[in-house]
């Protein structure tokens, strides 16, 4: 079995559901007492979300740099970031070490061109829906077509996350909201819907809607398991 890294801590609230996911998946496919082989480095999110919302990316990406290479000295084979935001500076992480990194998104793509979906709507942060790191990934190495929410449903999204799913805050208004914004891209053409953001699907279950969910964190994990299984073989 490899070793799988772990970059966590944005926020520890969805860490902890990839924690759970990655030892599940692994209990899953052996059995018995078996359990994930992880090495994790959590950083301080507080942080972090200064730097997000002050535009100092270089200045995250270098603390999540730092923290990947303590990641790889500590024995992972390949790494996860566990966030969907801080995939923005993942060509920053990448050339910081020497073990590969699994990216959230194309974890998720893989998926999606799997069940054939080629237009989806996308929930994260204002960063993940707005700018182009997560979307033109998917687009242009997959040709998926992605769709976001109107500017109010994303500032709606956007402050739910912080004001409450990071602090572990389960409102069930905010449910109510979240379903409408999911109705909304569906009904403005998405096939299937990304919980692009790792925290969501602490707040939205794929049963609470008949729009097909893709939760990144679940899809993330899945994939590390695999590689951690199958590719050290």
């Known amino acids: 079995m490899l070793t799988i890294g772990l970059l966590g801590g944005m926020s520890w609230e ?3 559901s990839y924690y759970r996911a990655l030892n599940e998946g ?3 496919a052996l059995g018995g007492l078996h359990s994930a082989k992880v090495a994790m480095v959590s950083v301080d999110f507080a942080e972090i ?3 997000q919302h002050e535009g100092r990316w270089d200045d995250a990406g270098e603390v999540l ?3 990947a290479r303590q990641v790889e000295r500590a024995g992972a084979d390949f790494l996860l970031i566990a966030t969907n935001t801080m995939h923005k500076v993942a060509p920053q992480v990448e050339a910081a070490i020497d073990i590969p990194l699994l990216h959230i998104a194309d974890a998720t793509a893989e998926r ?3 069940d054939g979906i080629t237009r989806v ?3 994260g942060t204002r960063f993940t829906m707005e700018q182009d790191f997560y979307k033109s990934r998917l687009t242009e190495h997959y040709g998926i077509e992605v769709r976001v929410p109107d500017e109010a449903r994303r500032d709606y999204v956007h402050r739910v996350i912080f004001d409450e ?3 572990g805050s389960i409102e069930p208004a905010s449910k109510d909201g979240f379903l409408d914004v999911i109705g909304s891209l569906h009904a403005d053409g998405a096939q299937a819907v990304i919980l692009g953001c790792t925290e969501i699907a602490m707040l939205v279950k794929a049963t609470d809607t008949d729009v097909p969910l893709y939760d990144t ?3 993330h994990a899945a994939a590390a398991v695999g590689r951690a299984l199958y590719e050290s073989e």
Do not use: F, P
């Open 14 to 16: 969805s860490t902890e």
């Open 26 to 28: 692994v209990k899953q």
């Open 49 to 51: 979300e200064t730097m």
């Open 65 to 67: 740099a730092n923290a």
């Open 112 to 114: 999606l061109v799997a």
């Open 121 to 123: 709507g996308l929930l």
């Open 165 to 167: 799913l990071c602090l």
């Open 217 to 219: 964190t679940a899809l």
